[in-house]
């Protein structure tokens, strides 16, 4: 069974441009959700879509944004960058393994804002 | 408002001896306290969950012990190995309301042979 895969794996983009990022779930998984890596703030959540739906939002301003296709491919985009968004974006798909959600993670796509 | 806290930061343990990670929570909501191993270069993986119910459980080299009424849970890795040098993530989330994990802030852990 395939992985999490995090497309592309690297990004240098320049502040004031925008960025999508893309994540292929585990085939059968229909929660996505982001989050935000960074030395200084360590993991954050950005936000959860099943089924096409948003679930759950972290405290990102709404320069972040994010949705999910039907095939549970999900897209997220981040407008106007700033310096402070150069992260290592993460996406996790879940699915239930004895009774619990299990979160798995893709590689990440790493982003410097130049 | 850092939700789970985590210690140490970094830790130095000989082969074949012991680490020990803490951490604590503040939201009785939490029902599902997953710890994450995460090599340069990828993505955090699941190491081993407990639920609230569950006072200790074990998998392979890896232990969680849970302290429910002091909010806190810890990690044991016994027998370390030069392969278990990582980062570890404790998290914590309440299932019913979805699939936001909140994570400590990470413990480098460096076992030297």
């Known amino acids: 069974k395939a992985g999490v895969t995090q497309t592309p794996r690297y990004l240098i983009k320049t502040r004031g441009q925008q960025v999508t990022l893309s994540c292929s779930p585990i085939s059968g998984h229909r929660s996505v959700s982001w989050y935000q890596q960074t030395p200084g703030q360590g993991l954050q959540f950005l936000f959860e879509?099943?089924?096409?739906?948003?679930?759950n939002k972290g405290n990102f301003p709404g320069r972040f944004s994010g949705r999910q296709f039907s095939n549970s491919r999900s897209e997220m985009n981040v407008s106007t960058l700033e310096l402070g968004d150069s992260a290592l974006y993460l996406c996790?798909?879940?699915?239930?393994?004895?009774?619990?959600?299990?979160?798995?993670f893709g590689a990440g796509t790493r982003l410097s804002v130049l | 408002q850092q939700q789970v806290k985590q210690s140490p930061q970094s830790l130095i343990v000989q082969k074949g001896g012991i680490s020990i990670i803490n951490c604590a929570y503040e939201?009785?909501?939490?029902?599902?306290f997953p710890w994450y191993q995460q090599f340069p270069g990828k993505g955090p993986a699941l190491l081993i969950a407990i639920r609230p119910d569950v006072s200790e459980k074990k998998e392979g080299r890896f232990t969680i012990s849970f302290n429910k009424s002091a909010k806190q849970f810890s990690l044991h890795i016994m027998d370390s190995q030069p392969g278990d040098s990582a980062t570890y993530f404790c998290a914590a989330s309440n299932q019913a309301a979805g699939n936001k994990l909140t994570f400590g802030g990470g413990t480098r852990v460096l076992v030297k042979p």
């Open positions: 939201n009785t909501a939490f029902d599902y």
């Open positions: 996790a798909s879940s699915g239930t393994s004895g009774g619990e959600n299990i979160q798995y």
């Open positions: 879509y099943f089924s096409e739906t948003q679930r």
